[in-house]
């Protein structure tokens, strides 16, 4: 049983950067895979990033070159750090784990770009 909590969205212009962070209630390194999703007004939630536990990453096309996934073990986190932000970047982020063919999901933080 993996708890996930989000957190860092808010309002940011384009252009600018914005960091997303997930505290996860175990290592992020005994969990096969975490990510983040996005779910935009009026469309379905999306892969944003994704990565391993042995580091291996996957974006969206959308978002390469802009977004960087990471973790932080010590914190237990699996964080996103969002550059160049779009207008079409505004969603509900979510945190997102699968361990063991087991898939949770945190609450979700609002991110707006705007100016």
């Known amino acids: 049983q993996v708890q996930l909590v989000e957190s860092g969205g808010g309002l940011v212009q384009p252009g600018g950067s914005l960091g997303l962070s997930c505290a996860a209630s175990r290592s992020v390194f005994s969990i096969n895979s975490m990510g983040w999703y996005r779910q935009a007004p009026g469309k379905q939630r999306e892969l944003v990033a994704a990565i391993t536990n042995g580091g291996s990453t996957n974006y969206a096309d959308s978002v390469k070159d802009r977004f960087t996934i990471s973790r932080d073990n010590a914190k237990n986190t699996v964080d996103l750090q969002m550059n160049s932000l779009k207008p079409e970047d505004t969603a509900v982020y979510y945190c997102?784990?699968?361990?063991?063919?087991?898939?949770?999901w945190g609450q979700g933080t609002h991110v707006t770009v705007s100016s």
């Open positions: 997102n784990a699968e361990n063991w063919g087991v898939t949770y």
